[in-house]
């Protein structure tokens, strides 16, 4: 499962934008890397589209609960956020290529709401839009606060709340939910899970196994500066195998360094003796 976002050309831009449309400026601010220049953008879904099979979020979940093998080299396009760039330049793009894709929306936000970094998003009528076109739309909470900062109660009120927004607007058999931030936790997802939603994305770097479970799903997340080899080896999972690699080197680096403080504590001690 890939997560991205595109700006128009030179811009740093949400989670996939697109060309051609140099509409808007580029954020101000982006410390996170999440907007992708739009040539960059239109390289990944050449790439994605040579060497990959893209499917849609619905056709993942459906082959899960019947319990069907999914070709080997799926992947999904989610783009987190519902910035107005995903309508007025991912969407073409997407659709020329006859990528599916889903948005994850704020729902408090959608209605041309101008972020502090000069960004809109999108309304309900352009969520409509992409909709009827074949985009799948998930929840994103009301207000994109991190979950595990609320009070459960409050939690609970987001994901009610931006559910019914979400089903008042469109009408769509499963309803996914992208964490804000990424984060949840094991009563969060069980709660998630409870009220009816369909599947639940973390920020957690990794592919999806066939032993996943579904309200922790990971996520391979595209930086605004990833170059072609960067990106084939995000969506290979070669990132990944790096990152467990680093984290296995540094559990040896703590043994090395625990093994190095027990060898001076007896020698302490024999000192001492
Ligand atoms: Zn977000």
């Known amino acids: 499962m890939a997560g991205e976002a595109a700006w128009p050309e030179d811009a740093d831009g949400g989670r996939r934008r697109e060309d051609e449309h140099p509409a808007g400026d580029?954020?101000?601010?982006?410390?996170?890397?999440?907007h992708i220049p739009v040539r960059l953008f239109l390289e990944h879904l050449n790439y994605l589209?040579?060497?990959?099979?893209?499917i849609s979020?619905?056709?993942?979940?459906?082959?899960?609960?019947?319990?069907?093998?999914?070709?080997?080299?799926?992947?999904?396009l989610t783009f987190?956020?519902?910035?107005?760039?995903?309508?007025?330049?991912?969407?073409?793009q997407l659709a020329r290529r006859k990528l599916p894709a889903t948005v994850f929306v704020i729902t408090d936000r959608t209605f041309d709401y101008l972020h502090p970094n000069g960004e809109f998003y999108l309304s309900w009528q352009e969520v409509q839009k992409l909709a009827a076109s074949g985009t799948e739309v998930g929840s994103h909470t009301c207000s994109h606060t991190s979950l595990l900062d609320l009070p459960f109660d409050e939690a609970r009120r987001e994901l009610e709340d931006s559910r019914t927004a979400i089903r008042d607007h469109i009408s769509q058999e499963?309803?996914?939910?992208?964490?804000?931030?990424?984060?949840?936790s094991e009563a969060i997802s069980k709660l998630v899970q409870s009220l009816g939603y369909s599947c639940g994305i973390t920020g957690t770097l990794g592919p999806n196994g066939s032993d996943m479970d579904l309200f922790a799903l990971s996520r391979t997340v595209i930086a605004?500066?990833?170059?072609?080899?960067?990106?084939?080896?995000?969506?290979?999972?070669?990132?990944?195998?790096?990152?467990?690699?680093?984290q296995l080197f540094e559990q040896q680096e703590w043994k090395r360094m625990g093994n190095a403080l027990f060898s001076m504590r007896r020698i302490e001690r024999r000192a001492k003796f």
């Open 80 to 92: 987190d956020d519902g910035f107005q760039d995903f309508f007025s330049v991912a969407a073409e």
């Open 224 to 246: 605004s500066d990833d170059d072609l080899v960067t990106f084939a080896a995000r969506v290979s999972g070669l990132t990944w195998w790096a990152s467990k690699l680093r």
């Open 49 to 54: 589209q040579s060497n990959y099979r893209v």
């Open 26 to 34: 580029p954020p101000r601010h982006d410390p996170h890397k999440l």
């Open 174 to 184: 499963d309803l996914p939910l992208s964490y804000p931030y990424g984060q949840t």
């Open 57 to 76: 979020l619905g056709d993942f979940l459906r082959a899960k609960r019947e319990n069907r093998r999914l070709p080997d080299y799926s992947v999904i």
